[in-house]
């Protein structure tokens, strides 16, 4: 069975409505990432810090997977081995139906030991994470998100992953942020690799990728739905 290894970014969930730390409106306009991002910031305020994510949690439960989340699951029914690696801290692959998901940056919707990182509790429903919710030893619990000073979760667990691809498809990712950004370079040379993005050109710029433009909720279904039918992977011609 042909192996498919996608590595999504924030780009496939700003097709969802969900801002991004470099938006300039949404939620992430009125917070410095040193503030809200950093452990340096959980420790000068962690309720502001909890408020905040609180408010991402909200806004995330409030949004819905979009085509592009909707078409990796229907791949992956369709009889294809598909690993999703996602930088993004949402839930939407899960909620389209994606069943193999690695999370390098975290669970938002799961809190965590501010002393001990392997404490994890999942958040049910509407439930958020308080000033006072403390873990089973008696400590503050704190989102479940990998934040900047901090090691990426799973890292390696994710290079395995890439390293076993027939097929690497990259969305909505800059390919920049380090180490995830690495993690193409983990595929073996002979395996096939699709950047998409609306600034794939420029991705794909020493990668051996095949750029495909423009927004991820339009053409990973096209691409999808040309895997499924032709039943082999590989490129629809307008592509090649």
């Given at each position: ?143 479940h998100v990998v934040w900047f000073g ?46 998409i993005d609306p600034n794939a050109d ?39």
């Amino acid at each position: 069975m042909p192996h498919v290894v996608v590595l999504t970014g924030a780009g496939i969930s700003a097709e969802s409505g969900i801002s991004t730390f470099r938006d300039s409106q949404g939620l992430w306009a009125d917070h410095r990432i040193e503030d809200v991002a950093t452990p340096e910031g959980w420790e000068r305020d962690p309720e502001r810090v909890l408020a905040f994510y609180n408010a991402r949690r909200d806004e995330i439960r409030a949004a819905e997977p979009n085509a592009a989340h909707h078409a990796l699951a229907r791949l992956e029914e369709s009889g294809v081995r598909v690993s999703i690696i996602t930088q993004n801290i949402d839930n939407f692959h899960e909620r389209a139906g994606s069943r193999d998901v690695l999370h390098l940056h975290g669970d938002i919707f799961k809190a965590r030991s501010s002393v001990d990182s392997k404490m994890l509790y999942r958040l049910r429903g509407d439930e958020d994470i308080e000033l006072g919710d403390q873990c089973d030893k008696g400590y503050q619990l704190r989102p479940h998100v990998v934040w900047f000073g901090e090691p990426v979760l799973l890292y390696d667990t994710a290079c395995h992953i890439m390293a076993d691809a027939d097929w690497v498809l990259v969305v909505g990712t800059s390919l920049k942020v380090m180490p995830a950004a690495a993690l193409i370079d983990e595929a073996s040379d002979i395996t096939s690799k699709v950047v998409i993005d609306p600034n794939a050109d420029a991705l794909v710029k020493g990668t051996g990728a095949t750029p495909i433009v423009g927004p991820a909720a339009t053409h990973v279904p096209e691409l999808v739905d040309h895997w499924i039918d032709s039943k082999r992977l590989s490129l629809p011609s307008r592509y090649q």
